[in-house]
């Protein structure tokens, strides 16, 4: 019985290392999420890297998610746990100080976004100002190396241009919006309530 054990393939080693310490740190519910379904799934590479780097190196310690090791997270984000892919790749930051970020349903985020609640004082760069709220509506793709600032609401289907500054909100969704500071450069047109 040992030696089938210690022939595992890595798959199952990794699944048994996630089990041993995911009670320690994350919360269950994100292992009912589609990442998880079976012992081969991206969910599971996911958190034993991240549990590795946590032993190791104490990197996002206070979050109960599985994050990549180069994402600089907030524990302060309500999101889907089907969209928990959001944090495992890349590198990204998402800054909840005094506030919190929101993510809706089927949202994806690319590498190196940047999503912030709370800027430094003008005055005194040292403090950060009082933060705000955050929210990202359902199915919006927020594209590579955009920079979402505080207070900023984005409503359902919005499309964030690569590079993009978004300063202010697209309460309205249904388009696409680039450049700096953001502004919207096309409309789309979607079923709703799918």
């Not at 949202?107 to 999503?115: D, K, L, M, P, Q």
Request: positive net charge; contains cysteine; proline residues 3%.
């Amino acid at each position: 019985m040992l030696r089938k054990i210690l022939s595992a393939p890595g798959i199952i080693w990794r699944w048994l290392f996630v089990s041993i310490f995911r009670w320690h740190y994350y919360d269950s519910k994100y292992f009912k999420s589609k990442w998880f379904k079976s012992i081969n799934e991206w969910g599971w590479r996911w958190a034993y890297r991240d549990i590795w780097h946590r032993l190791i190196f104490k990197t996002n310690k206070d979050i109960r998610w599985p994050v990549a090791p180069t994402v600089d997270c907030g524990k302060n984000i309500e999101f889907d746990i089907d969209d928990i892919n959001n944090f495992a790749g890349g590198s990204g930051y998402f800054q909840t100080f005094d506030a919190k970020i929101i993510i809706g349903k089927g949202t994806w985020i690319a590498r190196n976004v940047g999503i912030i609640t709370s800027n430094h004082d003008l005055s005194n760069p040292d403090v950060h100002q009082l933060g705000k709220d955050v929210v990202i509506g359902e199915h919006c793709w927020i594209g590579m190396n955009s920079i979402i600032l505080p207070g900023v609401i984005l409503g359902d289907h919005t499309v964030v241009g690569a590079g993009a500054v978004v300063t202010h909100s697209f309460q309205d969704g249904y388009c696409v919006i680039a450049g700096n500071p953001a502004k919207v450069i096309k409309e789309i047109s979607v079923i709703k309530n799918r």
